[in-house]
């Protein structure tokens, strides 16, 4: 069964060093988002990306971070100077279609900042 | 906005009880979607179920099955003759039509444990 494909599964990088999460979506599917969840707190949605472009963002995804598919496969959040309140698990996600479909998840990277 | 509210923090059970965890949402779309989410303590999200704004036709799956009331703006979901496995956190979620695609709104999520 496709997957969406996270790595790594665990981050621990200093205070103020930039991270790379990577994900690879399932293959046929043309939307993708990250979504945050802070330990012990609801998963938020970060930004979605179709077409080779951002399509809506929150309040949380700042000039701090970016996305990018570098090319046919991958799908990376960048955080360019990271903060310990971005401690989290990232989850990245993908659909086929953006009305009357679900989004499957990868099994989400944890991201510690120390 | 939307908002979605899970009410129920923690819910602890024994093996083979029925379970309903309730979930309340806010929206002005009209057209919207319902999601369940289950977070097993591995971490993952798994999807369990989507519905639609214009089909209230509740469903069953297995042990699992949704009650989905327009009118007082609730999806529950009710899991029958729990199982140790079923212990999980799960999530409630909501998205309108955006161009944006599955952009979901989530609940804080609902603690479940069984117990044997």
């Known amino acids: 069964e496709p997957e969406v494909t996270q790595t790594p599964s665990h981050q621990v990088t200093q205070m103020g060093q930039e991270v790379i999460l990577r994900c690879v979506p399932i293959?046929?599917?043309?939307?993708f988002y990250w979504y945050r969840q802070i330990l012990g707190q609801k998963v938020e949605f970060l930004v979605s990306?179709?077409?080779?472009?951002?399509?809506?963002k929150s309040e949380i995804f700042d000039d701090q971070f970016s996305v990018e598919r570098p090319d046919g496969s991958n799908f990376t959040l960048k955080i360019r100077s990271t903060k310990l309140e971005d401690s989290a698990m990232y989850f990245c996600?993908?659909?086929?279609?953006?009305?009357?479909?679900?989004?499957?998840f990868g099994q989400g990277t944890r991201l510690t900042v120390v | 906005a939307q908002k979605v509210t899970q009410a129920q923090t923690e819910i602890s059970v024994v093996e083979k009880e029925d379970v309903t965890l309730d979930c309340v949402y806010e929206?002005?779309?009209?057209?919207?979607?319902l999601f369940w989410y289950k977070q097993p303590p591995s971490g993952e999200l798994v999807f369990l179920i989507r519905?639609?704004?214009?089909?209230?036709q509740n469903e069953i799956s297995g042990r699992y099955s949704w009650n989905f009331q327009k009118s007082t703006s609730s999806f529950n979901f009710t899991i029958t003759a729990s199982q140790v496995v079923d212990s999980a956190v799960y999530f409630c979620?909501?998205?309108?039509?955006?161009?944006?695609?599955?952009?979901?709104?989530f609940g804080g999520g609902t603690r479940l444990m069984v117990k044997p």
């Open positions: 996600a993908s659909s086929a279609s953006s009305v009357n479909t679900e989004a499957f």
């Open positions: 293959s046929n599917h043309l939307y």
């Open positions: 990306f179709y077409n080779n472009e951002i399509s809506e």
């Open positions: 929206t002005r779309d009209t057209t919207y979607y």
């Open positions: 519905r639609n704004s214009f089909d209230e």
């Open positions: 979620a909501l998205s309108v039509h955006y161009n944006a695609g599955n952009m979901l709104t």
